[in-house]
């Protein structure tokens, strides 16, 4: 799969309206029928301080975001999407909420303990949205701070690739592991653990 010249996200929603309402009434469905869609949050709850300051970058409906603010964090998410950021708002309103596109967005100079990205989000970016994105996220990393992010293989954006890109953002993969409940490394699915350099 070549890299996107454009916003996947973005075009699949354009070329089908209903997208984002029935990509937010799946993760009901899921959790309806009793499924563990938790497990990006958990993973990142066990990582920080109660209380932390966390980003949920592409934050979807809320769902890795929403969890963590139950559990006492100062949530903010980021989300191209205003129909998701809608459903996060209604779904999850101990959090902030906001419509933005990860290259672009600006939280007024807020840092963050954590940054998390889950549900392939770096995949979606355009190829030229890449780095701006990882940049953007590392300017809104507090010192100290670390990021994890997660997506699949096959996805248009090689694991190699995303190492390089965090490199030329000015940030580093301090470990590395195949699943949100640390597999070791494989060449299927990636989790980092990120840091400034």
């Known amino acids: 799969?070549?890299?996107?010249?454009?916003?996947?996200?973005?075009?699949?929603?354009?070329?089908?309206?209903?997208?984002?309402?029935?990509?937010?009434e799946r993760w009901r469905n899921l959790e309806r029928?009793?499924?563990?869609?938790?497990?990006?949050?958990?993973?990142?709850?066990?990582?920080?301080?109660?209380g932390a300051r966390i980003l949920d970058a592409g934050c979807g409906t809320g769902r890795v975001g929403g969890y963590l603010a139950r559990r006492g964090h100062q949530v903010v998410g980021v989300d191209l999407d205003p129909y998701l950021i809608d459903v996060a708002r209604?779904?999850?309103?101990?959090?902030?909420?906001?419509?933005g596109n990860l290259a672009e967005f600006t939280l007024d100079g807020a840092e963050f303990d954590h940054i998390v990205s889950a549900g392939n989000v770096m995949t979606f970016l355009a190829g030229s949205e890449r780095i701006p994105a990882?940049?953007?996220?590392?300017?809104?990393?507090?010192?100290?701070?670390?990021?994890?992010?997660?997506?699949?293989?096959?996805?248009?954006y090689e694991f190699a690739q995303f190492e390089d890109d965090l490199a030329e953002a000015g940030l580093a993969?301090?470990?590395?592991?195949?699943?949100?409940?640390?597999?070791?490394?494989s060449e299927d699915f990636l989790i980092a653990v990120i840091i400034a350099r």
């Open 1 to 24: 799969m070549s890299t996107p010249e454009t916003n996947v996200w973005t075009a699949v929603t354009a070329r089908n309206p209903d997208h984002s309402a029935n990509y937010a």
């Open 33 to 50: 029928m009793g499924r563990d869609i938790h497990g990006e949050a958990r993973l990142v709850d066990a990582m920080v301080e109660r």
């Open 90 to 99: 209604t779904d999850h309103p101990l959090a902030q909420w906001h419509v």
């Open 134 to 156: 990882l940049r953007r996220l590392g300017e809104h990393l507090a010192p100290g701070g670390r990021m994890t992010i997660g997506f699949g293989a096959g996805r248009g």
């Open 173 to 185: 993969m301090q470990s590395r592991f195949s699943s949100w409940q640390l597999d070791p490394p």
